[in-house]
């Protein structure tokens, strides 16, 4: 099989490693790529963004299967035009990638399908954003309603940030806040079936104690040794479900990777967003324990034949990530700065570049690399992934130092 992945960041360095390790995956081409890429794929020069580039590149290099990596193509459309070309790819539809392209549009499915979530209003106006503000009260929650790279929501208990965020964004969603751990649940699709992936838990914040602005995530880990049982089946039936029927009853089916951001609140399992791809950093972690061939996997969503598949395989033990940024992240990162140190198997790279003049490797974004590691358990895991980023060498470099603590020390508590 030949595949092309679309993407140049540390979700598809995650994701060319584990399409490499599938046997059945001949040979995987990369556009763009990054220089962690390029050590497992062969790289080309297309604007992902760009349908009929996209397409075009695809019949050239006779892929198999196309898997697109980051949310813009697809709600670009990129889906669409290489389908129309006859070749298999996984990834939604632009109008299936709705669900995280427009907040007020996945609001308005989960509505109709009866998914639980928070109440929410959106706004495009002061004198909306000030009522709705009124009613749900603190901690604030306004949501940028398009894309925004993962740093579009804003929680605060300041009115004046929140009230200053929904202005910049000018349409906004905002809801009532959602308090209980959080969770990441990938699920492949094909539309109809439905595969759940291993849960995972991302740290969004820039700091420890989950302090400071947003980014887009600072860490993860997998499994959660504090989740419920039976809550993939909880959500599988009360959401995915409901949602892909409701994306099939509107003409409009989801294929793909649905991301089911979650709450568990002491009310159940509430969705706090829908994602249409992969998400950053929880890749990472979820594909270093999947031990079923990553190619075949998504081939058969890409087919309509994940009813087909068999069971997925898991490894045994846990694995974390932990993101090392850029100074200035996530507000301006400064870019450009030498890397040592990440030549090392784990070091997935997320924002990086190859100086011309002599090959060195240059920081090119906020989130730079990720030191991702797997043990018997989390603790393991964890020492294992900050003996990684131990070794890297980046000027003015930081991350979060507490990825997983909570977990490890039993501090994370379900509301009953």
């Excluded at 995987?28 to 020069?45: D, H, Y």
């Excluded at 294929?255 to 951001?261: E, K, N, P």
């Excluded at 967003?273 to 998504?298: H, I, K, S, Y």
């Excluded at 980046?394 to 979060?400: C, D, E, P, T």
Aim: with cysteine; proline share 7%.
């Amino acid at each position: 099989m030949r595949v092309l992945l679309l993407g140049g960041g540390g979700r598809e360095h995650a994701l060319a490693l584990g399409l490499v390790g599938d046997p059945a995956v001949e040979v995987l081409f990369a556009a763009p790529g990054n220089p962690g890429i390029a050590g497992v794929a062969e790289l080309r020069q297309v604007d992902p963004a760009d349908p009929a580039a996209v397409a075009a590149l695809a019949v050239e290099v006779g892929a198999d299967l196309v898997v697109i990596g980051p949310e813009a193509p697809l709600v670009a459309g990129v889906a669409d035009a290489v389908r129309a070309k006859g070749v298999p790819v996984f990834g939604p539809s632009a109008e299936a990638a709705r669900l995280e392209g427009s907040k007020t549009f996945a609001k308005e499915v989960m509505t109709a399908a009866g998914v639980p979530t928070a109440r929410a209003y959106t706004c495009t106006d002061a004198q909306s954003v000030g009522r709705a503000l009124d009613e749900f009260g603190t901690p604030y929650v306004v949501k940028n309603d398009g894309l925004a790279a993962g740093k579009g929501v804003v929680v605060t208990d300041d009115r004046d940030v929140a009230l200053r965020h929904a202005q910049e964004c000018g349409r906004v969603v905002i809801e009532e806040y959602l308090s209980g751990p959080e969770v990441s649940l990938f699920v492949v699709t094909d539309g109809e079936a439905a595969l759940p992936l291993l849960p995972a838990q991302d740290f969004k914040r820039v700091g420890d104690g989950d302090t400071g602005p947003n980014t887009g995530g600072m860490g993860a880990y997998a499994p959660l040794p504090w989740a419920p049982p039976g809550l993939v089946d909880e959500v599988l039936a009360d959401v995915v479900h409901p949602t892909l029927a409701e994306m099939r009853r509107r003409g409009t089916p989801f294929a793909g990777l649905l991301y089911v951001g979650l709450a568990l609140t002491a009310a159940g399992p509430r969705v706090i967003e829908f994602n249409a791809r992969f998400g950053d950093p929880e890749t990472q972690v979820v594909l270093a324990l999947l031990e079923t061939p990553l190619g075949g996997l998504l081939h058969a969503a890409a087919t309509g034949t994940l009813a087909a598949h068999p069971p997925l395989r898991w490894r045994d033990g846990a694995a974390v990530t932990v993101v090392v940024a850029a100074e200035g992240y996530p507000a301006t990162p400064r870019t450009g700065d030498v890397i040592t140190g990440a030549d090392h198997p784990g070091v997935i790279h997320a924002g990086t570049a190859r100086r011309a003049a002599d090959g060195a490797l240059l920081s090119a974004g906020g989130r730079v690399l990720c030191g991702t590691a797997t043990g018997p358990d989390l603790t393991a895991a964890r020492d294992a992934a900050y003996a990684l980023v131990r070794g890297i060498e980046l000027a003015g470099s930081h991350h979060r130092t507490d990825i997983a603590a909570t977990a490890i020390d039993g501090r994370i508590t379900v509301p009953d």
